[in-house]
């Protein structure tokens, strides 16, 4: 071991900046927030070690499961947009039915590098009660006015989602025109010649062929969903608890809220993050394993793979255990 | 050369905390207004022979009002060199906590929001003003915010008040006066002096002008808690006020008839609806004036005006910051000159005042002939002389670390109750509910630093 990093002490040399870097910014406050998530600290005054009562006190908070449930519904809702939509823009954008294609790309993907307090204000307006654009077209219709960000507190949700998807689906259309581009023009031409239509291309040939991309998209904004926060925190008004009836509360909401910016509840803070780390991590896992073809020739190769190495291992063991 | 100025002011710092100490003890054994006369005489001389770089932390406009007395500053300290950094409150805050916490990268001076004032009294990383000599001037600043500064064991005094924020009503006359109702100041506060009268009020403007009244009704219930007193000592939630059922109902009646506009009041919505005239009335603090003159209706001069709160709610204090000296900071003295000539001299508070219409908390300021004039903007009316009035009946309350998030409730909660046609007890009821769930950490949080201060008595 000791001989290996002087052999190759250049190469870890030229590694290290990195790996300095993300132990100072990285992982020090990843484990320091795991410890610290067993304590009370206000960061002002003395800290006292509680054990798991934050933890515990997280799940019997009502609000926790109000953002949860918030949180999951947004992100479930939109997502039906985000991946029709970016799936549908790709596939035309793709098609070479339309010219200009630089310039749509562009545009969809704007929502994604334009500040989010600016579109949310943006937003804002739109849904305003009284001078709003879209209750002002609610009424020309002959409707009511609609109290989008007030009420009972059931509609704010849906000018997040909205907000969301919006944003959203010009980065997943990015992405999948990519990948679309990389699927080799042979199959499209061989699935010409037999005759296929553009709905048999794009579900037989398309779709399953993304499916990797499509999985890498899907947790990428499964992050995005539990990292929502900006949208619905001005949208009621810098109200820290989601506005009337917590309708707005997403789980980030829930986690800044107590620390570092709405308070400064270190120690309930980390262990919410820790928690909200651990959802990431279930629902990318299940996603990744939901997904699986387990008749897909790579995924049989490399079970095949791993069962043969187990077992070369157990008789590596068998053999030394022998020898003593 | 640097070793002398360190040399200088560790001596210094020892002399002065050794006068700080003589003086408590002397306050303490004297009559209190032997030491009023004592300070509020006192002007500083100032000292020409310090010389420092301090930095100042904040965020706008506080800045600003920095800037404006600086140059008086300087002619007294001329060695000391004040850098400002400033940003956003928010960051600004995250920002404190975080360097405080990790014990440097903290200002000289920094400013604590009046918001958590609860939390930061009980800081062990920021110096003891008493130390320095803060004590002197107790007697100096409204009882009511220099209360809240004293740590919860009553030890310690880390923060000092800068300003408050006496709440009064800002009205449109044009409107009241197009709809047949008085426009003079008191005969409006005789006019809203009861919620019946206030309904009634709302009423007729919305027959005669069609504009609303106030941009949400619920706020007229937030200014009965507007103090922040929502808890007793045991941290009991009292949320029973007098007059505070008829407060409500009176909102309630309000909504029934569209009599307010059911936009949050700093809502970019309402924002616009206090310059183009549909809403009639809005309550605030006294910085809201600023507000008004400089954001929102620049070109309003003559058509606002201030008067008491409506329904009889009484004297409340709305807003209003502090500035502390973080124990980290290498240049203590200095950094309590500066402080001193700010926030304890009536030639600082005024200069800033005047700047960025920070209601000074130190009451020897209010001698100044500027705060008998009349404001132009509210048609010649004497505002600074009813703020003085207002700030001086300031008495104080018990303060706790769950306040703020007790008042962020109260505009959802009473907005829910409504919408789910609950009456005035129920709607009281959701709203203790929902503090309750709001709060329950920080009430841990609350409970550990009083007992860490050995001032709980619960269990």
């Known amino acids: 071991m000791r001989k290996e990093l002087k052999k190759y002490r250049v190469a870890y040399m030229y590694i290290a900046p990195f790996f300095i870097l993300f132990a100072i910014f990285g992982l020090f406050p990843i484990v320091y927030g795991f410890y610290l998530s067993f304590f009370r600290w206000d960061g002002m005054t003395a800290m006292h070690f509680i054990g798991l009562e934050n933890y515990i006190n997280i799940f019997k908070d009502v609000l926790f499961w109000r953002a949860l449930r918030n949180t999951l519904v947004i992100g479930i809702i939109a997502h039906i947009p985000i991946l029709l939509g970016g799936l549908a823009l790709a596939f035309i954008l793709n098609s070479k039915m339309v010219k200009g294609q630089n310039i749509f790309k562009t545009i969809y993907f704007m929502p994604m590098v334009t500040s989010a307090v600016a579109i949310s204000i943006v937003f804002q307006q739109m849904f305003g009660n009284n001078y709003g654009v879209i209750n002002y077209f609610n009424v020309l219709l002959g409707g009511d006015k609609i109290n989008w960000l007030g009420g009972d507190g059931s509609l704010i949700k849906w000018a997040v989602i909205v907000m969301f998807a919006w944003k959203w689906i010009g980065w997943n259309m990015v992405i999948y025109l990519a990948g679309m581009q990389g699927i080799s023009n042979d199959i499209y031409e061989a699935a010409q010649i037999d005759g296929a239509s553009q709905t048999q291309v794009m579900f037989r040939i398309c779709i399953p062929l993304l499916k990797p991309i499509i999985i890498f998209t899907v947790i990428q904004s499964t992050i995005g969903m539990f990292n929502l926060f900006t949208e619905p925190f001005i949208l009621t008004n810098q109200n820290w608890n989601g506005g009337t009836n917590n309708g707005g509360l997403t789980l980030m909401m829930y986690l800044l809220n107590k620390a570092p910016q709405g308070g400064t509840l270190y120690g309930y803070a980390s262990a919410i993050a820790y928690i909200i780390t651990m959802f990431i991590v279930l629902i990318s896992v299940a996603v990744n394993k939901g997904t699986t073809d387990k008749s897909d020739p790579d995924y049989i190769a490399q079970q095949d793979m791993k069962r043969m190495r187990k077992e070369r291992r157990r008789a590596e063991r068998q053999k030394g255990a022998a020898k003593v | ?459």
């Not at chain 2, 400013?111 to 007697?139: C, F, H, P, W």
Request: proline share 4%; net charge negative; aromatic share 12%.
């Open chain 2, 1 to 459: 050369m640097k070793n002398k100025v360190t040399r200088y002011m560790a001596a210094g710092m020892s002399v002065l905390m050794a006068a700080g100490m003589l003086n408590a003890g002397i306050a303490m054994a004297e009559s209190t207004e032997a030491g009023t006369e004592a300070a509020a005489a006192e002007q500083l001389t100032g000292d020409p022979d310090i010389k420092a770089d301090i930095v100042v932390g904040g965020w706008p406009s506080g800045d600003d009002a920095f800037k404006a007395a600086l140059e008086g500053f300087n002619a007294l300290y001329p060695g000391i060199n004040v850098e400002f950094q400033f940003t956003d409150t928010t960051s600004y805050h995250q920002n404190l906590a975080t360097s405080l916490a990790a014990g440097s990268g903290a200002p000289d001076v920094g400013m604590v929001e009046g918001a958590y004032v609860a939390q930061y009294r009980n800081s062990t990383a920021l110096t003891d003003l008493n130390t320095l000599g803060a004590a002197d001037y107790k007697d100096d600043f409204v009882s009511f915010k220099w209360d809240q500064c004293v740590s919860d064991d009553g030890s310690k005094m880390v923060l000092i008040p800068w300003d408050i924020g006496p709440a009064t009503l800002f009205y449109r006359t044009d409107i009241f006066e197009q709809a047949g109702l008085p426009t003079d100041p008191d005969e409006v506060d005789k006019l809203l002096s009861t919620w019946d009268g206030v309904v009634s009020a709302a009423e007729t403007i919305k027959d005669k002008t069609g504009a609303w009244f106030t941009p949400d009704a619920s706020y007229y219930y937030q200014l009965l808690f507007q103090n922040r007193d929502y808890y007793d000592e045991d941290l009991n939630l009292k949320l029973e006020r007098d007059g505070d059922i008829d407060c409500l109902n009176a909102i309630i009646k309000m909504r029934e008839e569209q009599l307010d506009m059911n936009v949050d009041m700093w809502s970019t919505e309402a924002y616009a609806a206090y310059a183009d005239g549909t809403i009639a009335s809005v309550a605030s603090g006294a910085w809201f004036g600023g507000f008004l003159k400089t954001d929102i209706d620049p070109e309003g001069a003559g058509h606002w005006a201030v008067c008491h709160l409506p329904g009889g709610v009484g004297v409340k204090n709305w807003g209003g910051s502090f500035l502390c000296i973080p124990s980290q900071s290498q240049n203590q003295e200095a950094a309590w000159d500066f402080v001193k000539y700010m926030l304890c001299t009536a030639e600082g508070q005024n200069a800033m005042f005047q700047a960025v219409d920070y209601f000074p908390a130190y009451i020897p300021a209010y001698d100044d002939p500027i705060y008998d004039e009349e404001d132009p903007y509210f048609g010649g009316e004497k505002t600074k002389a009813l703020w003085v009035e207002l700030a001086k009946q300031l008495t104080p309350v018990y303060t706790t670390q769950m306040d703020v998030t007790a008042e962020g409730q109260i505009f959802t909660s009473v907005n829910q109750g409504l919408q789910e046609g609950l009456d005035a007890e129920g709607i009281r009821d959701l709203l203790a509910k929902n503090i309750d769930d709001a709060t329950k950490e920080l009430k841990e949080q609350q409970i550990q630093t009083l007992k860490d201060a050995g001032v709980w008595n619960g269990d």
